[in-house]
């Protein structure tokens, strides 16, 4: 299993071999990488998405400015902007857009590659949460919601952890009345029968994906 450390290895150098090779063009590497992203070129700069996006206004910058800032190069402010990550999926933008671009899939995917290169934010809340459902759900197949939830009380610390479960015991408690919630989870937890179809599928599905971002390779 890879190490925090060498996960950010890899992370770097899929950053350094993106720049390189996509050195002062991108919106190229975005197509090349994001999924969905050779849409970007097709955006017209009407504004709707911006306008019909309901949190677009607490955001830092709109789908409408993202790709505006994509064609313009500013690879290092899209990368690190927690925007993309803010997006809910409600989908009103890709309704409306006159142009039809699938933003909601450049969103994520975007979110998506600033992980795989290492810019995303550090503590950017969506982000930590799917690192850790990822982490947790390709282990056994299966979603261990104890652990997961373990997993994002602790994330800030001891204290912070048993703080946060002691305001939640009420909950916990009564989903535990209810069985919603085993304590035993936390020793193992159960797992999908066909765990080795899942590891053999995801490895899979990472080849491919490690051949269409390094086509030559
Ligand atoms: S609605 Fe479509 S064309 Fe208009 S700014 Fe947004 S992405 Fe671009
Ligand atoms: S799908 Fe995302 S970007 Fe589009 S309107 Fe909804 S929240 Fe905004």
Same mark, same amino acid.
């Given at each position: 299993?890879?190490?925090?450390?060498?996960?950010?290895?890899?992370?770097?150098?899929?950053?350094?071999?993106?720049?390189?090779?996509?050195?002062?063009?991108?919106?190229?590497?975005?197509?090349?990488?994001?999924?969905?992203?050779?849409?970007?070129?097709?955006?017209?700069?009407? #504004?709707?998405?911006?306008?019909?996006?309901?949190?677009?206004?607490?955001?830092?910058?709109?789908?409408?400015?993202?790709?505006?800032?994509?064609?313009?190069?500013?690879?290092?402010?899209?990368?690190?902007?927690?925007?993309?990550?803010?997006?809910?999926?409600?989908?009103?933008?890709?309704?409306?857009?006159?142009?039809?671009?699938?933003?909601?899939?450049?969103?994520?995917?975007?979110?998506?590659?600033?992980?795989?290169?290492?810019?995303?934010?550090?503590?950017?809340?969506?982000?930590?949460?799917?690192?850790?459902?990822?982490?947790?759900?390709?282990?056994?197949?299966?979603?261990?919601?104890?652990?997961?939830?373990?997993?994002?009380?602790?994330?800030? #610390?001891?204290?912070?952890?048993?703080?946060?479960?002691?305001?939640?015991?009420?909950?916990?408690?009564?989903?535990?009345?209810?069985?919603?919630?085993?304590?035993?989870?936390?020793?193992? #937890?159960?797992?999908?029968?066909?765990?080795?179809?899942?590891?053999?599928?995801?490895?899979?599905?990472?080849?491919?994906?490690?051949?269409?971002?390094?086509?030559?390779?």
């Amino acid at each position: 299993m890879e190490t925090l450390q060498t996960t950010k290895m890899t992370m770097s150098a899929n950053n350094t071999a993106a720049t390189t090779r996509y050195h002062n063009n991108f919106l190229k590497e975005v197509e090349a990488y994001v999924e969905d992203g050779q849409w970007v070129k097709m955006c017209m700069q009407c #504004g709707v998405c911006a306008g019909s996006c309901p949190l677009g206004p607490h955001w830092e910058h709109t789908p409408q400015k993202i790709f505006m800032m994509i064609r313009a190069g500013k690879r290092d402010e899209v990368l690190k902007s927690d925007s993309m990550w803010m997006c809910t999926s409600c989908y009103n933008c890709m309704a409306r857009c006159p142009r039809k671009l699938p933003i909601t899939h450049i969103m994520h995917g975007l979110a998506s590659y600033a992980h795989q290169v290492g810019l995303a934010r550090e503590k950017q809340s969506t982000r930590l949460f799917s690192v850790q459902f990822w982490n947790n759900c390709v282990k056994t197949g299966r979603l261990n919601e104890l652990k997961l939830t373990m997993g994002l009380y602790f994330k800030d #610390g001891l204290m912070a952890g048993i703080k946060q479960a002691w305001v939640m015991r009420d909950i916990g408690r009564n989903m535990m009345l209810a069985q919603r919630l085993n304590p035993f989870e936390l020793f193992g #937890g159960h797992r999908c029968k066909g765990q080795s179809g899942i590891t053999a599928m995801l490895k899979k599905a990472r080849e491919i994906e490690h051949q269409n971002q390094h086509p030559t390779s």
